[in-house]
């Protein structure tokens, strides 16, 4: 059913209740754009609707905190939209900002795969990134995906998070980070599998994107094995040349 | 109790969620573990209040969680604080996920949603003064405003739904949605 325009008005209190079917919400929104007096209406609605929700609290199950935070620490944040790049129709965002920043939409989708498997919920996504994403990508969310896998982060010397995510049956791990702070052009981050008096090269930690690094794959560890990471020359080294600024136990 | 957002005399906690989530905007992980503490239960209450079904309400909150994580330079506090832009995400995905789940299964399954009497307000152990407070704002509404809104809001129902349920006339919903809405605004003294 559409509507004439001067009805669109009446729309303002089921939309605020999200009773309109897709058809509809797209259109009240595109007139919602250039009706101010709509946008004062929808948002006192709004917050109206808020207290419904607000009196149906209820406590989330055991584990979704730990889940969700564990998701937040790889998962990279969205630009502002400037004044400038704000669409005057909103579906001409998408194809806009995937062009300005397609370095970070490239790292979004490799850790929305991590982030996809650590939310149980988010299995869709998976299967998307699954399709476009490369070989690397693959490897990534099978360990992901392992029935096994666990998640632990820990805080790195002198700033920064890290986390790793390791399948055990698999023998697969995948570290990335968060916060570290910039190194010298001439210096890179060091991965090592740290075993009694052993330590072996586990990676190179790339360039960070948005602050997070994309995540970085080793295998063949023992469940003894300790992660850690140096800093090192540029190219790395075959062993540890510095004190190590992160050593965590692999989750079990 | 926690701090309430709303209703009631509740700006300055509106204001710290607003300056939380702009925190979180910039990376904060701190903050959103506090904008976590805050917000998740009335987001998960929300959400299974709408989907009824646990292990697809916990998925849900965990999206939006998520979501909230991922988009939030996007908050505009222009358009409503923190805590109206956060629980419109999850109450937008609820209503999405239940709205497909009956096209899969048709419509008939639908029906069993109706909310019941007396259900409208959270049936949880903490029966807050929010609830408490809702629950009385809510008695003092028509019936055909409070099921509007009740249908609408925590049914998932599309106004053409309710419409249909109520057997009232598609204008004759929009009009008490609005009007409930308004009058429920008053009675809970929505800044």
């Not at chain 1, 609707?49 to 944040?77: D, F, H, I």
């Not at chain 1, 800093?231 to 989750?251: C, Q, Y």
Request: glycine share 8%.
């Amino acid at each position: 059913m559409r509507l004439p325009r001067r009805d669109l008005h009446s729309l303002a209190g089921p939309y605020a209740l999200d009773a309109l079917d897709a058809g509809e919400r797209d259109r009240f929104e595109r007139h919602l754009e250039r009706c101010p007096r709509c946008q004062d209406e929808v948002r006192r609605m709004s917050q109206t609707a808020t207290a419904l929700a607000m009196a149906a609290a209820a406590e989330p199950p055991a584990g979704v905190k730990e889940r969700v935070l564990a998701a937040v620490a790889v998962t990279p944040q969205l630009p502002p939209v400037t004044t400038r790049d704000r669409p005057r129709v909103r579906l001409g965002a998408a194809p806009r900002a995937a062009r300005r920043y397609p370095r970070l939409v490239t790292a979004i989708a490799a850790v929305a795969v991590a982030a996809a498997a650590v939310l149980g919920g988010l299995l869709a996504v998976t299967q998307h990134q699954l399709d476009s994403a490369q070989a690397h990508n693959q490897e990534i969310a099978t360990v992901l995906a392992a029935p096994d896998a666990r998640i632990a982060s820990a805080p790195v010397t002198g700033g920064g998070t890290a986390t790793v995510v390791v399948s055990h049956a698999e023998n697969k791990l995948i570290f990335t980070s968060a916060g570290l702070p910039e190194l010298a052009p001439t210096q890179v981050y060091e991965l090592w599998l740290l075993g009694p008096g052993s330590a072996r090269p586990a990676g190179l930690l790339p360039e960070p994107v948005a602050g997070k690094t994309a995540p970085v794959l080793a295998s063949g560890f023992t469940a003894e094995d300790k992660m850690g990471m140096t800093v090192e020359p540029s190219g790395g080294t075959s062993s540890p040349t510095t004190t190590p600024i992160l050593v965590m136990p692999l989750p079990q | 109790m926690e701090a309430r957002e709303a209703p009631g005399p509740a700006k300055r906690a509106d204001a710290d969620l607003d300056a939380l989530l702009t925190l979180v905007a910039r990376g904060d992980q701190g903050a959103f573990e506090a904008l976590y503490e805050r917000l998740a239960r009335p987001a998960y209450g929300l959400i299974r209040k709408v989907l009824r079904d646990p292990a697809q309400s916990e998925e849900v909150v965990q999206e939006v969680l998520l979501e909230v994580w991922r988009t939030a330079s996007r908050f505009d506090p222009a358009r409503g604080g923190a805590a109206t832009w956060v629980l419109t995400i999850a109450h937008r995905r609820a209503v999405d996920r239940v709205r497909s789940e009956a096209a899969a299964a048709g419509r008939e399954q639908r029906t069993s949603r109706v909310p019941a009497a007396g259900d409208a307000v959270a049936d949880s152990v903490e029966a807050t003064l929010d609830a408490e407070l809702l629950r009385r704002c809510l008695a003092g509404l028509s019936d055909v405003q409070r099921e509007s809104i009740t249908l609408a809001y925590y049914g998932g129902y599309t106004y053409p739904e309710v419409a249909k349920l109520l057997e009232v006339a598609l204008g004759t919903i929009k009009s008490r949605i609005r009007d409930g809405l308004n009058r429920l605004r008053d009675c809970l003294g929505v800044s």
